[in-house]
């Protein structure tokens, strides 16, 4: 496919530029020419869409987040010697199902191409197209994490922004066994689903349950005894309390900080398996200061440092 006629071009006044050498900003090295895609190693891709989440009933504005993010990820120190390509947005289609079908080919393009993807959504249904484009394109066995305050797997008969986790367990794009459901809140999540993905062998943890163990020994421990090949980190910016992301779809007082959140995007990219990261549920209408933006983009630098430095 051609990924160029599938996506759009990133808007140019993103990529920040202070111009002083001895002060090199990700906006300034990041590439985004079409002729430059072969020279990457790592690709980002927006989905800008929160239809998703209109039908979950949630407060729309997510479709913003892309750029929102790359405004704050572009005014970052540079990280050197790495190679990232800006591929812009997919281009929206009339339906959700429509759009995550192109998509899921994107996606699955960018990974045949041999790079590592960072995600940026749009709503959390973002992850169904990513993950099962990853399942697809690997044909290796999938670990999958999904960190959100939510579980994400409801029985709606119509796709949206709470149905991503059921769609890939229902299909069996991912064994139950191999996704990870960490950060819940149990004020926040029926028990009916919860008792479902125990019983089918889901690895279920809340955020106090995660944060007991420490969240950073924790993923190590986890990642230490997994033997699958390939992984997909799904994080939902509502896994982190509303004083540290105020801008989330669905905001709840209580969650992870921002220290922990990027502790786990630098287990991500320390992690030798990691092929796809996704970052999802930022709201820019409802963001105090940029808050939320900064602290997606500061994860993802975090990421992107790790991945070039392990």
């Known amino acids: 496919m051609n990924l160029f006629q599938e996506t759009t071009r990133p808007d140019a006044d993103l990529f920040y530029r202070r111009g002083d050498t001895n002060d090199p900003r990700l906006g300034e090295t990041a590439l985004s020419l079409p002729v430059d895609y072969g020279l990457s190693e790592v690709v980002l891709l927006g989905l800008p869409q929160d239809d998703g989440v209109r039908r979950n009933r949630g407060r729309p504005g997510a479709k913003d987040a892309p750029d929102a993010i790359r405004r704050a990820l572009y005014r970052c120190i540079d990280v050197p010697g790495l190679r990232l390509f800006d591929l812009g947005n997919t281009k929206i289609h009339a339906t959700l199902e429509a759009t995550h079908d192109s998509h899921r080919e994107v996606v699955r393009q960018v990974l045949r191409d041999g790079k590592m993807l960072i995600v940026l959504g749009g709503g959390n249904d973002t992850s ?179 991945y070039k430095n392990r």
């Open 128 to 306: 169904y197209p990513d993950c099962s484009a990853l399942a697809m394109e690997t044909r290796d066995t999938v670990l999958a994490f999904n960190f959100d305050a939510h579980f994400d797997v409801r029985a709606d008969s119509v796709r949206n922004s709470g149905t991503p986790y059921r769609q890939l367990l229902v299909e069996k794009v991912v064994h139950p066994f191999s996704l990870f459901e960490i950060g819940y809140q149990p004020q926040a999540n029926s028990l009916a689903y919860r008792q479902w993905l125990i019983d089918i062998g889901v690895n279920v943890f809340s955020a106090s349950e995660a944060r007991r163990f420490g969240v950073e020994n924790y993923l190590t421990a986890i990642l230490a005894r997994r033997v699958e090949g390939v992984i997909f980190w799904g994080l939902d910016m509502d896994v982190v309390r509303a004083a540290d992301a105020p801008g989330v779809s669905a905001p709840n007082p209580l969650g992870f900080t921002a220290e922990e959140f990027c502790a786990v995007a630098a287990a991500a990219g320390r992690e030798r398996r990691t092929r796809l990261f996704e970052i999802t549920e930022v709201n820019p209408a409802h963001d105090l200061d940029d808050r939320t933006s900064r602290l997606a983009a500061t994860a993802l630098w975090t990421f992107l440092w790790e």
